[in-house]
Nanobody, 118 residues
């Protein structure tokens, strides 16, 4: 199972760090990613990092978000800076079923709420 943390309410321009732990998985050979879903909108992929540490970002977050992974700890993080109200959503950590971000998704986290509001 994937366990997310770091939910919170932050003002526009602020920062949050989301974490994803997979204590029962070895993540070395799998890509890890983050999706989000805002109210009334479709779920979208935000970021992904392959097993070889190649990172992908959606256009909406590129330059503001940073994804990292720590295989030794079976964790991944999403550092979110210069947050905007449109970043408000439930964020989901995922583990892909392959080393590449283009592979299918094997596991989903339960989701964690991020709210950006003044």
């Amino acid at each position: 199972d994937l366990v997310e943390s770091g939910a919170g309410l932050v003002r526009p321009g602020g920062s949050l760090r989301l974490s994803c732990a997979a204590p029962e998985l070895r993540l070395d050979n799998f890509a890890i990613g983050w999706f989000r879903q805002a109210p009334g909108k479709e779920r979208e992929r935000v970021s992904c990092i392959s097993s070889s540490y190649i990172a992908y970002y959606s256009d909406s977050v590129a330059g503001r978000f940073t994804i990292t992974r720590d295989n030794a700890k079976s964790t991944a993080s999403l550092e979110m800076n210069i947050l905007k109200p449109e970043d408000t959503a439930i964020y989901y950590c995922v583990v892909h079923s392959s080393p590449q971000c283009s592979g299918g998704i094997g596991s989903w986290g339960q989701g964690t709420q991020v709210t950006v509001s003044s």
